[in-house]
C-alpha cells in the first residue's frame, strides 16, 4: 500500500465558496464587485496566488465590509499560512455565512493555528520552500528536506516546464492527529488508509518520519506532494485523480534520478496478479479519491496502474508528451483525450496497448512479496521488535521471532540470533523479515560478513524497511568499505533518518569520502545524539 | 685497637646507665612532688576556701617542678657524666684498685695527646680493658638507690587513694574551689539595705500583643507578681529620700547578683530633698528577681531581698479529632470525613493534618482554623487568632502520592500564636487507615508477573547460548530455575487475593509453575548423574537432547505469559477507562445538579472530579504509551488514545465552567463523552481481538454467548411488542367504555395524586441515599405519567403508571429502611417515615383506578385472547431457548473469559424469571403486566450481554457509587452541629412543622428538651 493516498487537491473550501459567491451574484448585474469575487476565487482555486492576490486586494480596497471580501481575504491568508490573520479577519462573520464556509475556515485555521503552534522555519537553500517545523527532533531533516525539495524543483521544472514563482509552505507535523488537524481527514482515515502527506492549500503538508515506527520512503513523499502542487498550478486543478496520482508516483523519484518506472516488489506483486485475474481496477473507479477504494491493497494497485500507464505514456512521448496533455487540459480538453491525443490513438487502444504493455513485462509474483508494505504509525514508547510479526505465515516461525524480538528487546542478542536462526530455516532463507532483524543481530554481535550476506539480497525488497541498508551500512563501514557504506545509508537515510547510527555513519562515510553534505550529516548526527 | 674500643664501650655503658638512673630517681620524685600538689591544693582550696587564684599558683609550681625534675634528672646527668675522664673516675670510685690505671688509660686513648713509649702505652691499655672484662654494669650502677623516690611516690599514690576514698567530696568540690572565679563584693561593694529602698511600687503588666489580654495594673504592689513572658513591666515608685540615680537590677535567681541593669528615670517635678518619684519598664521573657538600687554620689544601696516575678505559662492547644474509625480500610479515591475541636487560652494560628505513610516522610495538610464571623480584636485593634476552632474536613486521599495497600498514620496538629517564645504544639490521638485500590494492587500484580516474565526470557536465553556445554553451566542454569518457580509460587498465591484476576490466569500460572517445577527436578537428577561421570562427550550429548526439550518448553511458557501479559496490560487500561466513565457520569450529574442550584459546593465537587478525571486521563496517557509498540500496532486504533484530545475536550469545559456558562459546559462535556465512549469502545474492540488472536478459544464462546443473547432480547422485544398491541386494543376499549362516564373519577383520581404529590414532596433530597435519589427520579416520572394518562382520559394507562408509581415508592422506602440499620441518620429518619407515610396514598390511588377499570378479561375480544393464549407459547418458547442458553452458558462458564460465563449466568436466570412472570400475566389475561414483564426480560438480556463484555475482563463495580463520590462519613456526624447552628435549627423546626391540634405545647416542650 502506498503512503501517498490520492488526497488530491480538489480544495473544498474554494470550490464550495465559488458556487457560493456566483449564487450571490445578481442575474441582472453585468459587472462589478460579485463578478471580481467570483473572478478571484476561482483565481484561488487554480492556485493562480499571483492573480487571486491582486484580485482580493481590489475587492477588499472597493469593499472593505463585504462578507465576501473578508472571506477571500481570510482565505488567502490561509493559504498564505496566516492562521491567525485567517480568524481575526473573521470576527465579527457568523459560521453560517458563505454558505457555512466560514465556519469550515474558522475551524480549520483554529486547528492548524493550535497543529503549528510554535513551530520554527527555515528557508531551502535555493529559497523556492520554506520549512516550518516543530522544534526538536525534526530540525535534525529541515535542511534535507529543503535539499530534497529543491532537487525536484529543478529536475521537475525541466521535466513538466512549470517552476512556481513564490515561495511554497511546507510543513512537518509531528504527529498522524497533527495532520489531521491541518485537514478534513479524520485520524482514524489517516491510519486505515496510511495517508502520510497531503498537498492541499496551497503548501505541501508531511507527517515527519519520526511518527512511525520505522520510518517511511519520506523524500519520495516530499517530491510526489510537490509533483501534485506542480500540476495542479500547471492544470489550474483540472487533472483528474488518476492522472494525478499516476504523474506523482511516476514523478516522485526525480529529486534522486531518473524515472524509471521501476516497481517495487509489492507492486509488482498486485499488479501480476490482477493481470492474471483480470482484476486491474478501471480509472474511473479512482475517482473521486484513491482513498475511497474498498481496500488498502486495491487503492496500492490503483496506484501501481497509474504509475505504469504514465510511465508508459512517458516512454513514448517524454516529458513534452506530458506538458502537452496537462496544458490541454487546462485549457478544457478531457484528460483521456488530452492524453491520447499526444499519444496519437484512441483511448481505448491506449489501455488496450498499455496492458499488452504490462503483460509483455512479464510482472512477477515473487515470494514474499504478498506481505502488505504499510506506514506504521508510532503510538507508545515501548519496544518495536516484534512490530510486523504477524506477516509471518509459518506459525512455529512466527513464535521463534517473536521470542528472539523479546529477547534482543532484554539486551540478549546471541539468544536472539538463536531464534531467528531457527525461524528462518523455517520460513525460508529468503524471507526478508526474519532476514532483516538477523542480520541486525548479527551486527550486533560483531558478525559482520554474516550481517553483509543476509542485508545485501534484501536491500530494495522493501522501501519500508530500514533495517537491511542500516545494518548493511554499518557492517560496511565496520569492516572499511565506506563507498558501499554510503550506497546502503543514503538508503536508510530515505526511510529512516532518525536514526542516529544512519546519520552518524553517513556522516563518517561521506567524510572519509570528502563528499560536500559531510558537515550537514555531521550536524545531524551530533544533534540526534543530543536530542535523543 | 680492639682494647681501645673495648675500654670506650664499656665507659660508655656505664655512663648511660648512670643517666638513666637520675632520670628514673628524677621522675619519681616528680611524680611524688606533683601528687602531694594535687592533694593539698584542693584540700587547702577547700578548707580555706581559696579560689582560682590558687590553682594557677599550684599550676605555676607544677610547672616549676617539671623544669627542676627536667635540669635536675635529665640535662644534669647528661652533662656531669660526658667525658670519659668522669666515666672513668666514677668507675674508679667503685673500683679503686682500678682507678689509677683506668684514669691513665682514658689519658692515653687519645693518642695525640699521649707521650711516652707506645707499647707500653698499648700494654696498659690491653691490661685496663682485660681488667675492666669482668665487672658487671648492675654492679657498677645499681637502682637501688631508686627505692627512695619510689617510696615518696608510692606514699603520695596510696595518700591520695585514701583521701580520694575517704573524703571524695572534699576533694571533689576542693577542685572545684580551686578553679572558681574569685567572689567579688556583692554588686560591687554595694551596701545591702535590708530594708526597701523605695516606697508603694505600681506596675502595669502590658501583655503581649497575641494574648488579646487587657493591661494589668497593680497599684501599691510588694513588687511580687505574675506576668507571661513578652510582657512590657512598667514600674513607677518613689524613695524616701532623694536620690542621684536609681536603677532595677535584674536576676535569675535571687542570689546577691544581678545581670542586667535598668536605670530608672526621674520625674524632676516630683522630685524634692524628701524623695524622687522614679519610673521605668523593662520586657520580661522568663522568671526574674529584682532589686532596687540607688546612688548617691559614691554611696551606693542595693536592696538585700530580691522582689519576685513568677511567670504564666502559655498552655499548648488541646485538639481533638473524630475520624470515621481508629482503624480504616479506604479505596485509595476516597474522601474521608474528619472533624476537630481544638482550643487554645489564647489562639489558635494553625492547625495541621499531619500524616506518616508507613515507610515514608511526615507531610500536612493545613486545616482551617478561623471560624465564621467576625474574628475578635486585639488591644491594638488588629485581628486575635481564634480561642476555639470546629470543623469537617474532606480529606480527599486520590491526590496523595501513595500507593495501594499502605498504611498511613495521621494526627492533627495545633500551633497557637504565641510569637514570643514560639507556638506550642497541641498533639490529638493517632488513627490510621490503610489504602486500599483493587486496580493498584492488581496492576502491582502485573508489574510482578512481568518481572516474572523477564526472569523467564533471561532463563531461556541462557539456555539458548549453553545448550549443550558444561555440566557446570548447566548447573547454575538450573538453580536459577528453581528460583524461577519459588517466584512463580508466591506469584499465584498472591492471584489468588487479587479480585481482578482471572481464575484462568492462576490455573495457567500454576499449570507453569507445575510444568517447571518438573523440568527442574529432573534436570537435577540428570545433572547429578553427569556430575559423577568424566565423559565430556557423552555428557554434551545427553545434556542437548534434555537442553532441546526443556527450551521448547520454556519458550512455550515465555509466549503463554507474555500473551497473558499483553491480556492484562489491555484490560488494566480498561479497567482505568470505567474509572474514567464513572467519573464522567459523576460529573454529568453533577452538572445537572449545579444548572439547577449553582451552589459552590456543587461546584467544589467538580472540580474535585474534574481533577480526578484529567490523573486518570493522563494515567491512561501513561500507561498506554508503555504498551509494546507491536500490541498497539495489530490491536489498538488511533481513535482508543485520543487521550491529549480528550484532555484538550476537557480543557475547554472548564474554561467554560470557569466563565459560568454551565449549560455550555455540560453540552461540552456530553462532546467530550462521546468522544472518550469511542475511545472505550475502540479500546475495548482491541482486547476482543487480541483475545480473538492469542485466546481464540474463549474468545470465540463469548462471542457466542453474545449473539445468543442478543437473539434472545430481539425475541422478548418482539413479544413485548405484540403484548403492547393488545394492550393498546384493551386500553381503547377501556377509553371507549368509560367515554364521557369517566370525569368524576378523573377528578377523584386526580386529588388522590395530588395528594401523593405532596406525600412524596415531604421526603427530603438530603435524607435519600443515591441509590433512592435515583428511584426517586422515576417515581416523578411516574407520576408525571399518570397525570398525563388522566388528563387524556387513558384510564388504563393511568392505572398502569400508578402502580409503577406505587412500586418505585415502596422500594424507595424499603430501601432507606435497610440504609437506615445500616447507617442510622436523623435526616434518613425523616426521608424513610415520609416514604412510608406516601404509600398508603399510593396505594389509594391505583384501588381506585382499579375500580373504574375494567379487567382485561372482562373486556377482551376473543381474537385477542387467542393472540394473548399464542403469545404465551411463544414466550414459552423463548423461555426454552433460554434456559437451554442458560444450560450451555453454566458448561462453559469455566471456559469463557474472565466472569463472563456467571455474568451472562445471572442476566439469564433474571431473563428466565421475567419470562416466567409474563406467560403467568398472558395466562391471566394482563397485556399491561404481560408487556412490562417481557421488557424487563429484553432488559436483562441486553444488560447480561453489556455486563458480559465487562466481566470478561474482571471489570470492576463502579457504578454503584452514586452520583456523588459518597465520602467515607464519621457515623452519626451528619447529626452533629455547632450548638448555636443545632439550636437555629430547631427553633426553624419549631416554626415549619404545625404541630397536631392540642399538642403544641407538647411539642414547644420537646424542642427545648433537646435544646437544653
Known sequence: ?532 | MEHRLAIVRFLGAVAQRLRRRAAVEGLLYLLAFLGALALLAPLLAHWATLDVRTAWAVAALATASLLVCYLLAFLGPRRRWRSASSQARYVGTCEGELRSDLLSSVEFLDEASSSGSAELREALLISTARRLEPLRLQALVPFSTVRRPLAAAGTVVVLYTAVALLAPTALAQGWKQLFREPAKAPFDGARLAKTPLVGDVDIVVVFPEYTGKANLSLPSSSGDFEAMPGSTIEISTQTTEAVEKASILLAESDELASNEEVLLSKNSSYESSRGTSLTGSFRLMKETYYRFEISNGSSRQVEARARHITIAKDQAPKIELYAPADELDVAKLKRIEIAYVASDDYGIRKIDLVYTPQGGKEARQPLEVASSGTPSLGVSGGPLAPRNAQHKYLWDLSVLPLRPGVQIEYHLEAADNDDVQGPNIGHSRSYSLRLFSPRERHEDLIARQQQLAQHMLELLAERLVASGTSVALHRNIQRAAEEVVVEMGGLVAALKEDELATKKLRAALSEMRERMNKRVRREDTLLASFEKRDDDDANTKALQASDEKIIAELEEDVLLLSDWLQRQDLENLLGISDEVAASRERLKRLFEEYERTGSQEVLDEIDREFKALQRKLAEMAQKSASLPEDVLDRFVNSEALQHQQEENCLEKVRELLDAGDAAAANAQMEKCSEEMDASAEALENALSKLRDESFSEEQKQLEEMLNDLADLAQDQDDIANQASQIYKRYSDAVNEMQKGKSAEARKTAGETLEKLRKSVSKIPRAGLTPFTREEMTVLEKRLQDTETMLERGELAEALSMAKHAKESLKTIRDELEFSLDEAWSRKGVVAEKAARNAVPVAKKLVEQLQEVTPSPSEIMEDEDRRKLDKLRRQQQASRNRTSKVLKKAKAQAESMPGASGKAVEKGLESALKHMQQAEKQMRSRDPSGARQQAQEASERLREAQKTARGAARQKQKLGQQGWRDEPVRIPGAEDYRAPEKFREEILDAMQDESAPSGFSEQVKQYYKDIIQ
Not at chain 1, 486586494?57 to 496566516?82: C, H, I, M
Not at chain 1, 512466527?398 to 523455517?426: D, H, I, N, Q, S
Open chain 1, 1 to 532: 500500500m502506498s503512503t501517498m493516498t490520492p488526497r488530491r487537491v480538489t480544495v473544498a473550501l474554494t470550490g464550495l465558496v465559488v458556487i457560493a459567491v456566483g449564487l450571490l451574484v445578481p442575474s441582472r448585474a453585468h459587472a462589478g464587485p460579485n463578478e471580481d469575487a467570483v473572478t478571484a476565487a476561482r483565481a484561488l482555486r487554480a492556485w493562480q496566488f499571483d492573480k487571486a492576490r491582486t484580485l482580493i486586494s481590489e475587492l477588499v480596497a472597493k469593499r472593505p465590509a463585504s462578507q465576501t471580501s473578508r472571506y477571500l481575504k481570510a482565505e488567502l491568508n490561509f493559504f498564505d499560512g496566516k492562521y491567525e490573520q485567517v480568524i481575526s479577519g473573521l470576527d465579527g462573520l457568523t459560521d453560517d455565512s458563505i454558505d457555512g464556509n466560514v465556519g469550515s475556515l474558522r475551524s480549520l485555521a483554529a486547528s492548524s493555528l493550535q497543529a503549528t503552534n510554535g513551530f520554527a522555519s527555515e528557508v531551502s537553500s535555493g529559497g523556492h520552500f520554506k520549512i516550518f517545523y516543530a522544534p526538536g527532533k525534526d530540525k535534525a531533516i529541515v535542511e534535507l528536506t529543503g535539499d530534497v525539495l529543491e532537487a525536484a524543483y529543478e529536475a521537475l521544472g525541466a521535466d513538466l516546464g512549470h517552476k512556481p514563482t513564490h515561495q511554497i509552505r511546507v510543513e512537518l507535523l509531528g504527529r498522524p492527529a497533527d495532520l489531521a488537524m491541518v485537514s478534513t481527514l479524520t485520524e482514524a482515515e489517516i491510519e486505515t488508509t496510511g495517508t502520510i502527506a497531503l498537498c492541499k492549500y496551497g503548501k505541501l503538508m508531511v507527517v515527519s518520519p519520526r511518527a512511525t515506527v520505522f520510518g517511511y520512503p519520506w523524500m519520495d513523499t516530499l517530491t510526489h506532494e510537490y509533483v501534485h502542487y506542480v500540476v495542479t498550478q500547471m492544470s489550474h486543478d483540472n487533472v483528474p485523480v488518476w492522472l494525478h496520482e499516476g504523474l506523482a508516483r511516476y514523478l516522485q523519484v526525480r529529486w534522486r534520478g531518473k524515472a524509471d518506472g521501476k516497481l517495487t516488489s509489492f507492486d509488482e506483486h498486485l499488479l501480476s496478479q490482477a493481470l492474471k485475474k483480470d482484476t486491474l481496477i478501471s480509472f474511473d473507479k479512482m475517482h473521486p479519491s484513491m482513498a475511497k477504494l474498498p481496500s488498502q491493497e486495491a487503492a496500492a494497485l490503483a496506484f501501481a496502474e497509474v504509475s505504469t500507464m504514465i510511465g508508459y505514456i512517458h516512454k513514448t512521448v517524454g516529458d513534452g508528451g506530458l506538458q502537452s496533455a496537462i496544458k490541454n487540459i487546462r485549457d478544457g480538453m478531457g484528460a483521456r483525450k488530452a492524453v491520447a491525443q499526444v499519444m496519437d490513438t484512441r483511448w481505448s487502444d491506449l489501455e488496450r496497448d498499455w496492458i499488452r504493455h504490462l503483460r509483455s513485462a512479464k510482472l512477477q509474483s515473487k515470494r514474499f512479496a504478498e506481505r502488505g508494505r504499510k506506514v506504521r504509525f508510532r503510538k507508545g514508547k515501548g519496544d518495536a521488535d516484534n512490530v510486523g510479526v504477524e506477516a509471518i505465515a509459518n506459525e512455529q516461525a512466527k513464535k521463534f521471532t517473536r521470542l528472539a524480538g523479546m529477547l534482543r528487546a532484554g539486551g540478549r542478542p546471541a539468544a536472539a540470533a538463536v531464534e531467528y536462526e531457527k525461524a528462518l530455516a523455517l520460513s525460508g532463507p529468503d524471507d526478508p523479515l526474519i532476514g532483516a532483524k538477523l542480520s541486525r543481530v548479527y551486527l550486533e554481535l560483531g558478525r559482520n560478513q554474516e550481517a553483509i550476506a543476509l542485508a545485501e539480497p534484501l536491500l530494495t525488497l522493501d522501501e519500508m524497511d530500514p533495517v537491511p541498508p542500516t545494518t548493511l551500512g554499518a557492517a560496511k563501514l565496520a569492516s572499511g568499505d565506506h563507498s558501499g557504506a554510503r550506497t546502503a545509508f543514503e538508503l536508510a537515510l530515505r526511510i529512516s533518518p532518525f536514526d542516529v547510527r544512519v546519520r552518524c555513519g553517513l556522516a563518517e562515510s561521506y567524510e572519509q569520502l570528502n563528499h560536500k553534505a559531510a558537515s550537514r550529516e555531521r550536524q545531524a548526527c551530533e544533534y540526534l545524539q543530543q536530542v535523543r
